[in-house]
T-cell receptor
Framework: QKEVEQDPGPLSVPEGAIVSLNCTYS??????FMWYRQYSRKGPELLMY????GNKEDGRFTAQVDKSSKYISLFIRDSQPSDSATYLC???????????FGKGTSLLVTP | DARVTQTPRHKVTEMGQEVTMRCQPI?????VFWYRQTMMQGLELLAY????????DSGMPKDRFSAEMPDATLATLKIQPSEPRDSAVYFC?????????????FGPGTRLTVL
């Protein structure tokens, strides 16, 4: 079993919908949690970065971490066709260099 | 603006040939990572360096893969001999450190096809 699990989708939603993307993990040492967005034929780019538990908001994006449940989420409000991409969660312990990635969820936002 | 660069962007080769992929990390970043991405396995960490020294290459098939950092501005990943199962997109990423500083910046990738 991988340390980080993520439903690969694909997830298809209409424009304007609220999108919820999730990851679960098994290593309680993970302290830093990230969401990367990857457009087709591009490298992943960092979207959101959170430390420990709690919420972080940036524009239409909200990242949530629930360490007690080992569960993280990314919410996208008012989704746009330009949000169509693969979203990868990643996490690392306090003293780690390597990131542990989920396999990514493919999202399609239709006009 | 600062970004990770990778060459070549695409590579098609025949089984048994040597493949060399190059990466220029962002200036000032002292941690460099090599990843491989496939549909089946997702993003897999192959190896990474800190201050040019290899820290972990446990994700790499040792018999055919090798990774080096000849200097702070160049990281290389070699496959010799290449096999069809090596077909994937190979990403290089660089960062500044661990924990809170472990934001990794990815290059555009090298799309490798081994026939």
């Amino acid at each position: 079993q991988k340390e980080v699990e993520q439903d690969p989708g694909p997830l298809s939603v209409p424009e304007g919908a609220i999108v919820s993307l999730n990851c679960t993990y098994s290593n309680s040492a993970f302290q830093y949690f990230m969401w990367y967005r990857q457009y087709s034929r591009k490298g992943p780019e960092l979207l959101m970065y959170t430390y420990s538990s709690g919420n972080k908001e940036d524009g239409r994006f909200t990242a949530q971490v629930d360490k007690s449940s080992k569960y993280i989420s990314l919410f996208i409000r008012d989704s746009q066709p330009s949000d169509s991409a693969t979203y990868l969660c990643a996490m690392t312990p306090n003293s780690g260099y390597a990131l542990n990635f989920g396999k990514g969820t493919s999202l399609l936002v239709t006009p | 603006d600062a970004r990770v660069t990778q060459t070549p962007r695409h590579k098609v080769t025949e089984m048994g040939q040597e493949v060399t992929m190059r990466c220029q990390p962002i200036l000032g970043h002292n941690t460099v990572f090599w990843y491989r991405q496939t549909m089946m396995q997702g993003l897999e960490l192959l190896a990474y360096f800190r201050n040019r020294a290899p820290l972990d290459d446990s994700g790499m098939p040792k018999d055919r893969f090798s990774a080096e950092m000849p200097d702070a501005t160049l990281a290389t990943l070699k496959i010799q001999p290449s096999e069809p199962r090596d077909s994937a997109v190979y990403f290089c990423a660089s960062g500044r450190g661990q924990g809170r500083d472990n934001e990794q910046f990815f290059g555009p990738g090298t799309r490798l096809t081994v026939l």
